[in-house]
Each structure stands twice: as structure tokens, then as C-alpha cells.
């Protein structure tokens, strides 16, 4: 497929996960991709799996205002227009709220919220100029509560509802709005848990299809959404999970 040929696509959090996976993935239905993420050599290593001369990696962090401006004025500068904004850069914070410290929480909202947002407001003058598109990276925590992440669960509630905001705000315009809601997936963020196998039936328990996500599925799901195959979606926070938010919670009995 090559639903994205002369698109720039944006994405952050690109050096490992989702992020990487999403990257391959766009580069190869034929978008030029950039790819964003603190550090160089992750970038890097991701950019290589790309054709090359194409594509452009820039080391940012989303959760400073800044430096999130100067990408964006680079990405503008160097292809001239952006089509697709992927925010995808995360990181997760365990713990309850009283154990959890404050440099903590502000750590994990600089990243997971207020990255989302400077990304958002300083891309949407280019994607409302295309008729673009932007996709979140939520998660099925911000759906519905977990023990021990309320903090995590906080930032990616509010990543869900400003996803429907900005759906409402920008339809008229033109530019979609979607956010992609990933369950268990087998990331950086799950390694402490790769090798439990008890924990892994855990979650295994609650998985109708029995099985982890890995990152590719997570990325067919996000190039769907920008593609103009989800041309009449927007709003939409979609469970990419195995059917975990199926459930109503309930224990099974037999």
C-alpha cells in the first residue's frame, strides 16, 4: 500500500515501541517520516531501518515548549507542510497518589499531557493547511482506572477527552482528531513484567484473545486512522487491546 505517498508524517516517541513500529510503518505505505525523541542514538538506529535520504530524525523533548517550537518551525522550514501528527511519546509513573512524589507527577504530565499539547499547538497551523490529521497515543488507562497508576491514569484520561475536544473544534476546519488506546502491549514499559509468567496469565486472564499486543499491531492501528480509509472518523478513541474493554469487569466463571 502506499496511502501516504508525498505525506510528512510527525511522530514522537520514534526511537523504540509504538513510535518505532509506527514509523516502519508509515515509511513503508510511502510517507516521509520524522521521527522525534530525546535521544539521538535511539532516533538513529530507527532512522536506519528506513529508506534512506528521506526521511529526518530531530532529538526533542515534547514537554519543552521550545523545543517543541523549533521542531516544528524545522519541520516546516525543511519539507514545507505536515499532514499527520502522531503523539506518541510516553512514559509511566507507578504508585499511589501519596507514594508517588511531586517531581514525579510533573515528570509524567510534562511528557504524557503537556507534550501532547505543544505538539498540537504548534503543528495545527500546518495540518490545518493540508487538511491534516492527528493521532494520539492514549491507552485503555485512560479509559478506565488501574490500582497503583492513578498518575498514569490522570494523564492519559485527559489525553482521551482532549482528543474529543479538539475532534469538535477542528471538524469544521478539516483536520481529524483520533487517538489510538493500546492494552498490555509488549513495549519498554512492560519489561518488568515480560518474564512473570504468573503476572503475564494475569493479564492473560482478562485478554479475550489471549495475548499481548506488540507495537506493529498498535501502528496498523494509528495508519489506519490517518489514512484517508478513516476519512469520517474522528473523535474517536479506539481500544487496540485483544478485547480487554469488552469486558464489564466481572470475573470468568467457567
Given at each position: 500500500?502506499?496511502?501516504?505517498?508525498?505525506?510528512?508524517?510527525?511522530?514522537?516517541?520514534?526511537?523504540?515501541?509504538?513510535?518505532?513500529?509506527?514509523?516502519?510503518?508509515?515509511?513503508?505505505?510511502?510517507?516521509?517520516?520524522?521521527?522525534?525523541?530525546?535521544?539521538?542514538?535511539?532516533?538513529?538506529?530507527?532512522?536506519?531501518?528506513?529508506?534512506?535520504g528521506r526521511h529526518l530524525a530531530v532529538p526533542c523533548?515534547?514537554?519543552?515548549?521550545?523545543?517543541?517550537?523549533?521542531?516544528?518551525?524545522?519541520?516546516?522550514?525543511?519539507?514545507?507542510?505536515?499532514?499527520?501528527?502522531?503523539?506518541?511519546?510516553?512514559?509511566?509513573?507507578?504508585?499511589?497518589?501519596?507514594?508517588?512524589?511531586?517531581?514525579?507527577?510533573?515528570?509524567?504530565?510534562?511528557?504524557?499531557?503537556?507534550?501532547?499539547?505543544?505538539?498540537?499547538?504548534?503543528?495545527?497551523?500546518?495540518?490545518?493547511?493540508?487538511?491534516?490529521?492527528?493521532?494520539?497515543?492514549?491507552?485503555?488507562?485512560?479509559?478506565?482506572?488501574?490500582?497503583?497508576?492513578?498518575?498514569?491514569?490522570?494523564?492519559?484520561?485527559?489525553?482521551?477527552?482532549?482528543?474529543?475536544?479538539?475532534?469538535?473544534?477542528?471538524?469544521?476546519?478539516?483536520?481529524?482528531?483520533?487517538?489510538?488506546?493500546?492494552?498490555?502491549?509488549?513495549?519498554?514499559?512492560?519489561?518488568?513484567?515480560?518474564?512473570?509468567?504468573?503476572?503475564?496469565?494475569?493479564?492473560?486472564?482478562?485478554?479475550?484473545?489471549?495475548?499481548?499486543?506488540?507495537?506493529?499491531?498498535?501502528?496498523?492501528?494509528?495508519?489506519?486512522?490517518?489514512?484517508?480509509?478513516?476519512?469520517?472518523?474522528?473523535?474517536?478513541?479506539?481500544?487496540?487491546?485483544?478485547?480487554?474493554?469488552a469486558s464489564n469487569g466481572q470475573p470468568k466463571q467457567?
Amino acid at each position: 500500500m502506499t496511502r501516504f505517498t508525498h505525506k510528512i508524517v510527525v511522530i514522537t516517541g520514534a526511537g523504540s515501541g509504538i513510535g518505532a513500529a509506527t514509523a516502519q510503518r508509515f515509511a513503508s505505505e510511502g510517507a516521509t517520516v520524522v521521527l522525534v525523541g530525546r535521544t539521538r542514538e535511539k532516533l538513529d538506529k530507527i532512522l536506519d531501518t528506513l529508506e534512506q535520504g528521506r526521511h529526518l530524525a530531530v532529538p526533542c523533548d515534547v514537554g519543552d515548549a521550545e523545543q517543541v517550537k523549533s521542531l516544528a518551525e524545522k519541520v516546516i522550514s525543511t519539507f514545507g507542510r505536515v499532514d499527520v501528527l502522531v503523539n506518541n511519546a510516553g512514559t509511566v509513573v507507578q504508585g499511589k497518589a501519596h507514594e508517588v512524589s511531586v517531581e514525579d507527577w510533573k515528570s509524567l504530565m510534562n511528557t504524557n499531557l503537556d507534550g501532547v499539547f505543544y505538539c498540537t499547538h504548534y503543528f495545527m497551523p500546518a495540518l490545518l493547511k493540508t487538511q491534516g490529521n492527528v493521532v494520539n497515543t492514549s491507552s485503555v488507562s485512560g479509559l478506565g482506572g488501574d490500582w497503583g497508576m492513578s498518575v498514569y491514569n490522570a494523564a492519559k484520561g485527559a489525553v482521551t477527552n482532549f482528543t474529543r475536544a479538539l475532534a469538535m473544534d477542528y471538524g469544521a476546519d478539516g483536520v481529524r482528531v483520533n487517538a489510538v488506546c493500546p492494552g498490555f502491549t509488549l513495549t519498554d514499559m512492560a519489561d518488568e513484567i515480560k518474564d512473570d509468567k504468573a503476572l503475564l496469565n494475569k493479564f492473560y486472564d482478562r485478554i479475550p484473545l489471549r495475548k499481548a499486543g506488540q507495537p506493529e499491531e498498535i501502528a496498523s492501528a494509528i495508519a489506519f486512522l490517518a489514512s484517508h480509509d478513516a476519512r469520517y472518523i474522528t473523535g474517536v478513541n479506539l481500544p487496540v487491546d485483544g478485547g480487554l474493554t469488552a469486558s464489564n469487569g466481572q470475573p470468568k466463571q467457567a
